[in-house]
């Protein structure tokens, strides 16, 4: 492996962080701007999404995957 290759492979994690970093900063400025244009409708949608996961059984989801994997 040349030292190109080598500086190209250790800047890969930081470009992908900063990579992520946009993208999550593009959708929150994008939720915003929905939420301020919308307001009821994005209320709605919080309560509809908040109940869903409310009555979702997370809790054994995650206990079932984690058993899952102690057995793997």
């Known amino acids: 492996m040349d ?7 250790a800047e890969f994690p ?3 962080l900063h990579w992520a970093k946009e993208q999550f900063e ?3 400025s994008e ?3 929905y ?10 949608c919080a309560l509809v999404v908040g109940y869903i ?6 809790g054994r989801i995650l206990g ?3 058993r899952l994997l102690i057995v793997v």
């Not at 939420?35 to 709605?44: G, T």
């Open 31 to 33: 939720t915003e701007d």
């Open 53 to 58: 996961l409310n009555r979702l059984p997370v």
């Open 3 to 9: 030292h190109s290759s080598a500086e190209v492979l």
């Open 14 to 16: 930081e470009r992908g």
């Open 64 to 66: 079932g995957l984690f």
């Open 26 to 28: 593009t959708v929150l």
């Open 35 to 44: 939420v301020r244009e919308k307001p009821a409708e994005s209320l709605l």
